[in-house]
């Protein structure tokens, strides 16, 4: 590839990075008004969700790999974050 199309792929990554950056602040509003517990759960784990995503996204875009193995981890983390807090709202924990 030449120089001009890496400088297209990385602005293309750089306007997704923004996007998901505005969702997440959309998601931020519903953990703050959320009218149910459940709510800001599902809210938070998008969150979680979507700074993964902004993470690989970085990773891309810088050339480092090390970016997307730590967004996988968060990915994987999240999970084990959401399902801990979706057994103790259940009262099983």
Do not use: W
């Amino acid at each position: 590839m030449n120089l001009e199309t890496i400088e297209v792929i990385q602005n293309d990554f750089l306007i997704a990075a923004i996007v998901l950056g505005i969702m997440a602040l959309v998601l931020l509003f519903r953990i703050v008004k959320g009218p149910h517990i459940i709510d800001r759960v599902l809210a938070a784990d998008c969150i979680e969700v979507l700074s993964g995503f902004i993470m690989v996204v970085f990773g891309c875009v810088m050339n480092n790999s090390l970016y997307v193995d730590l967004g996988l981890v968060l990915a994987l983390l999240g999970f084990i974050g959401t399902v801990l807090i979706s057994k103790y709202l259940e009262g099983k924990l």
